[in-house]
């Protein structure tokens, strides 16, 4: 009867198993969602007692009914389009030539003397300041908010990646060179994998920046998308549409770093 028992006990056990990482993910995510309807309970009292006039904080059910009213004529759905495609390319850009970048400055000691000094001054520019600049070269189209955006995405890929190339095992290296590798095939075999947790942390970090000169180039010279969408309502005094932009920035921005973070677990189980 005992071993029987054990036998029965065993067998269960990996069929229960599988149930603990989801039974994890959804505690997370409802932990995670405790401090945003606190926020939102906070929000309603407050504006709910007349401590704060609707002109000022309109109460969440205002900013849902212009939810409603931008995504019946359908500009809500392009504001939201038009900022994550730009989002994407310059990202894009901005994170392969920062990856590109980084290879050069934490490979070689002469890309290290020569492109860091310039780069760090380069890095300590506000992005608002390089709004102008670049309206003036590129004119007031998608180029200037792309290329905004992408040297925004450049900056934390760059100084993630080089100091974690430079940094490599020495061991890892000579032993990559004891097989015969030698350039692109020891950087590929040996290196690259070494660094990659911190080429996903420098692509999370990207992202997140994105967002920032998002709304940085389209606060200046746009004529769709969030950033739009804020100043836009700023002139009219809709502070619900303000309120609505601010949440959806937080709600994609929160979307993208989800979908960073199922890419980095899939990285890190594969090279690490």
Do not use: C
Not at 91 to 99: C, E, N, P, Q, Y
Request: net charge positive; hydrophobic share 60%; charged share 10%.
């Amino acid at each position: 009867m005992t071993a029987n028992a054990n036998a029965t006990a065993t067998a269960a056990a990996p069929a229960a198993r599988p149930t603990r990482p989801s039974r994890r993910r959804a505690a997370r995510i409802a932990g995670g969602m405790l401090l945003p309807l606190a926020v939102l309970a906070v929000w309603q009292a407050v504006t709910a007692s007349g401590l704060v006039p609707p002109y000022r904080l309109p109460p969440p059910a205002a900013v849902v009914e212009a939810a409603v009213q931008l995504a019946e004529s359908g500009q809500l759905w392009l504001h939201v389009a038009i900022s994550v495609q730009r989002i994407l390319l310059g990202f894009a850009i901005g994170s392969v030539a920062g990856l590109l970048v980084a290879a050069v400055v934490g490979l070689t000691r002469i890309g290290d003397v020569v492109l860091t000094p310039s780069l760090a001054a380069l890095r300590a520019i506000p992005s608002l300041a390089l709004v102008p600049l670049l309206v003036l070269w590129m004119g007031i189209g998608e180029d200037s908010k792309v290329t905004l955006i992408a040297i925004g995405a450049f900056f934390p890929v760059f100084t993630t990646v080089s100091p974690a190339l430079r940094y490599v095992d020495p061991h890892l290296v000579e032993m990559g060179r004891t097989f015969g590798l030698r350039g692109g095939a020891l950087l590929r075999a040996v290196q690259l994998p070494a660094v990659v947790p911190a080429v996903v942390s420098g692509l999370r970090l990207a992202l997140a920046q994105s967002w920032l000169f998002l709304v940085a180039a389209e606060l200046v010279a746009a004529a769709m998308g969030l950033g739009f969408l804020l100043t836009d309502s700023q002139g009219t005094g809709r502070v619900d549409r303000i309120l609505l932009a601010i949440v959806l920035l937080a709600v994609l921005g929160a979307a993208s770093n989800g979908l960073v973070s199922v890419a980095e677990r899939r990285l890190l189980a594969r090279w690490t």
